[in-house]
């Protein structure tokens, strides 16, 4: 296991993690790469309201994008705005996914009263090897699949990379769709079968180390947009 250390002096928020996945170096003169996925709400707003001041500092893109505005700057503040009314008991949920302790580099967000409802899923500053999305994915998964005794449904723009990604996933079209955008299921038993196979996947990775342990109130500093 190996777990991304972070620097505690004048600290900028503390939140939840949930996840961190570790990239090894293939070359001992580079450093790993951490992705560490945090549940992020109301009690976090110096955070939020400090990422929601950058956002328009940059023009970001996501052509795998699954989410519900036009843009991903725009798709960021939705859902930064959406965690600032969460509590720890809602049953909606924000998760981020910092980079390297320094970068807030994707986020997802989700609701489940009764039905998940996985609505948004950017991610941005290179994510090549897509480890930010399947993180922050695997975790959604791994969330809802606890508890949940119903299908998990998503929507995307219909023919778009985006919906193309929750095909791979494991995610279905059902016939007679009725929305304006494309509805996509996960069948509610399908749910732990395909978590088992993103997380197989990543253990059988030497290049990879992943830890789902749980640490409360955990302390970042300098964190960015």
Known sequence: MQIQSINTN??????????TAVRLAKTANR?????DIYSINSSDSELINKLLMKIDLKNRTDLFAVKEKNNVNDTIRNVLTKALNLTEKSSDGVYIAVK???????????T??????????????GNKKNDTRMNLFMQFLKGVGKKSKTNVVAYAEDKTKGGK????QGFTIPPQNRFARQRFVMPKNEIKSNLDKFEKHIENNPETTISDKIQ??????????
């Open 31 to 35: 450093p790993n790469t951490s992705i």
């Open 165 to 168: 990604w929750l095909l791979e």
């Open 10 to 19: 004048t600290p900028n928020f503390q939140a939840n993690r949930l996840r």
């Open 100 to 110: 390297n302790g320094k970068h807030v580099t994707g986020l997802l967000d989700f």
């Open 216 to 225: 409360k109130d955990v302390t970042l500093t300098n964190l960015d947009l």
């Open 112 to 125: 489940d009263s009764g039905i998940p409802l996985l609505k948004n899923l950017v991610v941005w500053r």
